[in-house]
């Protein structure tokens, strides 16, 4: 495959992390007008923006996201944060992506709930009109906070579902907070028929992708920790899971450490349904062409190979059949190479 033509092919994406996603040179015109001092030096602050490859742990990770959070505490930044995000996907023929974010990391300086998501709402609305990528946003829980403050985000995309809040999500610790400590919280998202897509197996544990499932789990991003439980693999395909993959952020969080444990592969071979994804663009230094061409050369994947896996995103997408229908015939004819 080449990268130019993997470039131009129309491409689906669902899980990208607003926060981890922002160009380092937008977080400077964000950072400006906020009195925020940033490095004046582009690499240095590339360094504090963009993971190493090599990171110690998911903890070591998620260290990055400190700086562009102190950033992403007025409308405007936000607005243009998402705004961003939309015109990164147009630059890499992304037909249509969910981007995701956690309204309660941008209060910080008084911004109420509703005004966060109305300020993301805008800037993917602009994107739209500007470069005509359809967009649609994913609201997340952190699972650190109270049960409490987390039904506030359950309430949230209730109130804003016609708006382009589309599903629901599960952040943050995994290890310590896993999917049945939310029972109570996912039956309300349940309840209010909000999708729901969890991060789960993102850690050493597959049994936290199959209770994600039994707690009413859609989609699951990363769920590397399934390849070692093989016994849940039927639950997956009975359920027609899909799992959001995210090739290069798995390897720098240490879900896999060496390319024979990654189980892209294992999960094609057992039918279950797999998507590709940045997860954080700035955050792992990529792109959705960068994490094509990775499979490319990790397996020799095909541009047949690669129309599946984003019939595969289109399929398990939070939007209606009828959009879903103009998707999968735009990427059909665009792949007859």
């Not at 294992?266 to 997860?279: H, K, P, Q, S």
Request: hydrophobic residues 40%.
């Amino acid at each position: 495959m080449r990268r130019e033509q993997v470039k131009k092919l129309p491409k689906i994406e669902l899980h990208c992390h607003l926060d981890g996603s922002i160009r380092p040179e937008t977080l400077r015109k964000i950072a400006e007008p906020q009195g925020i001092f940033l490095p004046a030096d582009n690499e240095q602050l590339k360094e504090l923006l963009v993971a190493p490859i090599d990171c110690q742990n998911l903890n070591d990770y998620l260290k990055r996201f400190d700086l562009v959070l102190s950033c992403l505490q007025t409308e405007a930044a936000l607005t243009a944060a998402a705004f961003d995000v939309i015109s990164q996907a147009a630059e890499e023929h992304i037909q249509y992506i969910e981007v995701r974010f956690a309204p309660s990391l941008h209060t910080e300086k008084g911004l109420s709930l509703p005004k966060v998501v109305q300020a993301v709402l805008a800037g993917l609305e602009q994107g739209q009109q500007r470069f005509g990528v359809k967009s649609n946003a994913l609201l997340c829980g952190m699972r650190h906070e109270e049960a409490t403050a987390i039904e506030k985000i359950v309430q949230l995309a209730d109130a804003f579902k016609k708006d382009g809040i589309v599903g629901f999500d599960l952040a943050g610790n995994e290890l310590n907070f896993p999917p049945y400590t939310f029972e109570e919280t996912l039956g309300l998202v349940n309840q209010l028929t909000i999708p729901l897509t969890l991060h789960a197996g993102e850690c050493g544990c597959g049994k936290n992708v199959a209770d994600a499932i039994y707690l009413g789990a859609k989609r699951i991003g990363h769920g590397i920790a399934v390849k070692d439980t093989p016994e849940y693999f039927s639950l997956l395909r009975d359920k027609n899971i899909l799992i959001e993959m995210c090739p290069t952020s798995n390897f720098q969080t240490k879900t896999v450490t060496k390319l024979a444990d990654y189980p892209f592969q294992t999960f094609l071979e057992a039918g279950i349904n797999v998507c590709i994804n940045t997860d954080n663009r700035t955050v792992s230094n990529t792109t959705l062409t960068d994490e094509y061409m990775k499979l490319h050369e990790w397996y020799g994947i095909t541009y047949a190979d690669m129309e599946k896996l984003n019939h595969n995103a289109v399929n398990g997408a939070f939007i209606p059949e009828s959009e879903k229908q103009v998707l999968h015939e735009q990427l059909t004819i665009s792949y007859q190479l």
